[in-house]
């Protein structure tokens, strides 16, 4: 499907395909076991695209968000770790803090962001904790200096990298955000290594013993830490998501298409067998079907409609479905060699399903969607 796009529009994401294309495409497989390094971080700056969501008086380069998430398909279709990066440090981190950061933090944080020179990350679930968001275990209490944190966080992506964390912890029944710098005493960072998806994103646990940090650390209010900056974030978070499955999903149709029309059996190319142009074009409908769902959360997200968060919800369970159903079918087309560790299409299958539980499972986007349905269409109903 073919999207009309400014020249503005086209040239961002023209510069988005030609990185993916010159500088990670020949390296995936290498970012997927030693992790995305620095250097292609500062990479992305350069280019501009860390930056979507930061003002520009603060260094940024703002995107609408159909040209955020047009970036963020053409990275992730390419090499999905480094799409973790846009996903965490461009969209949750510089985005929630671009919403919710004091002006001081503002300044001193969002430039650095911008040019990847400092990293950011999202210290929200922990080992007891994921989509329970509201019910986090690392507790905060008042110091002579500010706040004391103590408690443990995992699965935090590009932690093991990261320079400062966006953290949640509870005191009570609030919880607030706190900015967490990496080289504070008492921070402790263990990477996670061996995990099937996101295996060059360097995810880390997060360890806070009696970490001190000042009171201009507190992003928003206390007590606004889960009803406006996480939820903002998480918002941002399945929004990028729901990209990042198309992504997915368009890659494995790429490679599905390109490997059936090479590949001979029988005297024939593969794709001219019925059952294989019967799984291409299930691929082809349901990835334009995708990106037509992202493409509507996006509009709406640029007239700051209020339902552009349930529709970012829609578009992040349809397209962490179907990037699961693409990349399954494109393994089955590239036979024996879609198992190959490191090959492309075991890379996008792996990846493809741990969208579906990321930024909140499939299971609870359908709790979210089926409330809002219940109440959305639900007028008229009667009992027969």
Request: proline letters at 2%; aromatic letters at 6%; hydrophobic letters at 45%.
């Amino acid at each position: 499907m073919k999207l009309r796009l400014t020249a503005e529009q086209d040239a961002v994401v023209g510069r988005a395909r030609a990185f993916a294309s010159s500088r990670l495409r020949a390296r995936v497989a290498e970012f997927d076991q030693a992790g995305v390094p620095r250097e292609i971080v500062q990479a992305l700056g350069r280019e501009g695209l860390l930056g979507a969501l930061v003002p520009a008086d603060l260094g940024g380069s703002p995107l609408d968000a159909i040209t955020w998430g047009l970036v963020t398909e053409e990275i992730g279709k390419v090499c999905c770790n480094t799409r973790y990066l846009l996903t965490v440090h461009a969209s949750i981190v510089a985005g929630t803090l671009a919403r919710w950061g004091s002006r001081a933090q503002k300044a001193k944080w969002l430039p650095a962001l911008a040019t990847g020179d400092v990293v950011g990350a999202f210290a929200l679930s922990e080992p007891e904790t994921g989509s329970d968001a509201a019910n986090v275990r690392t507790r905060y209490e008042a110091s002579e200096g500010g706040f004391r944190i103590e408690g443990r966080k995992r699965w935090t992506t590009f932690g093991a990298m990261a320079d400062v964390f966006l953290v949640f912890a509870r005191r009570g029944d609030e919880v607030t955000a706190f900015l967490v710098e990496r080289d504070r005493p008492n921070v402790h960072v263990k990477p996670i290594r061996d995990v099937l998806a996101g295996r060059g994103s360097h995810l880390a646990e997060l360890h806070f013993e009696g970490v001190e940090v000042p009171k201009e650390n507190v992003v928003g209010s206390l007590g606004a830490g889960f009803r406006y900056v996480c939820s903002t974030a998480l918002d941002i978070g399945r929004y990028s998501v729901a990209w990042a499955a198309v992504g997915v999903a368009q890659g494995a149709l790429e490679a599905m298409s390109t490997y059936a029309g090479k590949r001979e059996q029988f005297g024939q190319r593969l794709h001219e067998f019925q059952l294989v142009k019967a799984m291409i074009a299930d691929a082809v409908t349901d990835v334009h079907a995708a990106r037509a769902l992202c493409m509507h959360a996006g509009m709406l997200r640029d007239k700051r409609d209020p339902e552009a968060m349930i529709e970012s919800s829609i578009a992040k369970q349809f397209a962490a479905r179907v990037a699961t159903r693409v990349t399954a079918d494109a393994l089955q087309v590239h036979g024996a060699y879609g198992l190959l560790h490191g090959g492309v299409v075991e890379m996008l299958f792996r990846e493809a399903r741990a969208l579906s539980i990321i930024e909140g499972s499939t299971q609870i986007q359908q709790i979210v969607i089926g409330d809002h349905g219940a109440q959305a269409y639900g007028e008229g109903t009667h009992e027969t």
